[in-house]
């Protein structure tokens, strides 16, 4: 038992983790009909807190509901994985990342995200403002203009074999790709 | 899945938005729902013990340094087409006796725009929406600012949308 316990709180490796993901596709349409989408709660929140008259949050939301509970969900579990199934070793990180994050004054590496970037502290210097505050709006706005994130698209659309989500997949790609190697670099050094 | 045989009902099937995901025609009880909460809760153990929630994955991924997100978004993609193939194949209904519904994605340039937009976000924050959500259940208090963010994003866009180009 003990031996399992440890197995599960070691970091799962990716085949176990995409075979868990892949199937949750039909788990929700076999148990309710849903398609699997999460950036959409994002428009509900919106829609039942604040409609604001504009046409876009006018809709029977209510009708969505399940997706909320899904996401509950989502918390919940994440709660148990850190409470109980914690790994107790240091995060591992490429050494090429880890030695790029130390010249740019990245030092917390043993956590899942850096607290010098994202925490309350962290907010009240640039980068960690710029990377919080305005990262996180172009995650709302960019999935809701394309209709979706990785789970609506890259997984679902892609597991339904739809090319405009094969197109939105390769955009999230693209737009990772220049952040992370070309912009990234300068947004770190806003100290 | 359901018999959508003309083009004019599969063009009636296409959705305007990805937002309306739920395709049963039955209400369901506050009880009922729990079992997205279930299915959530198993995807929110894997969201964190497989650290796709960390930044740091999504920094790897962006360098390509590390295979660990291109297996878990490959081997998820390929049980995907699995599921949906057999699910079609053998016309495999949901457990209440419904025809499973799987709407087409329609193209519009906002998967481009709105794709790119999202990458950068992506790669800044080190999480999609899911993720997001499973940061504060991992105790990560101050994602909450990023959540905020993000609706407001959304609610922007809500705001701009005719303005766009689609």
């Known amino acids: ?191 | 899945m359901s018999t959508i045989n003309t083009p004019k009902q599969q063009d009636e099937m296409l959705d305007d938005t990805s937002a309306y995901i739920n395709h049963s025609e039955k209400s369901e009880s506050t009880l009922s729902l729990l079992k997205y909460t279930i299915v959530g809760i198993i995807f929110g153990i894997v969201f964190v013990k497989a650290e796709i929630i960390s930044w740091f994955r999504i920094q790897e991924m962006f360098r390509l340094e590390s295979f660990h997100m291109y297996g878990i978004i490959g081997t998820a993609v390929t049980v995907g087409i699995i599921s949906v193939a057999i699910i079609k194949k053998f016309s495999i209904k949901t457990i209440s006796g419904e025809n499973i519904v799987i709407v087409k994605k329609k193209f519009s340039k906002g998967q481009i725009f709105g794709g790119l937009l999202f990458g950068l976000g992506w790669a800044m924050t080190g999480a999609c929406p899911g993720p997001l959500f499973a940061q504060i259940g991992a105790g990560i208090g101050s994602i909450i600012v990023v959540i905020g963010s993000a609706l407001a994003g959304t609610w922007t866009y809500g705001l701009l949308k005719e303005k766009l180009p689609h």
């Open chain 1, 1 to 191: 038992m003990q031996q399992f316990l440890d197995k599960l709180s070691a970091p799962w490796p990716w085949y176990i983790a995409g075979i868990i993901i892949g199937l949750i596709v039909p788990a929700l349409l076999i148990i309710g009909n849903k398609t699997f989408g999460i950036s959409s709660n994002l428009r509900h929140i919106c829609a039942a807190c604040f409609p604001a008259n504009i046409p876009f949050f006018k809709y029977n939301w209510k009708k969505e509901f399940w997706n909320l509970f899904f996401v509950v969900g989502i918390i919940i579990g994440a709660f148990i994985a850190t409470q109980y199934l914690s790994n107790p070793n240091d995060l591992v990180i490429d050494a090429n990342l880890k030695s790029t994050l130390n010249e740019l004054n990245v030092t917390d590496l043993k956590h899942l995200l850096p607290n010098d970037l994202f925490s309350f502290n962290a907010l009240t210097t640039p980068r960690g403002f710029i990377l919080m505050v305005i990262g996180g709006f172009l995650v709302g706005f960019g999935t809701r203009y394309a209709n979706g994130c990785t789970s609506g698209h890259a997984i679902m659309g892609l597991a339904n074999l739809q090319w405009p989500s094969l197109v939105a997949t390769i955009c999230f790609m693209l737009g990772g790709f220049i952040m992370t190697n070309f912009i990234l670099p300068f947004i770190l050094q806003l100290k």
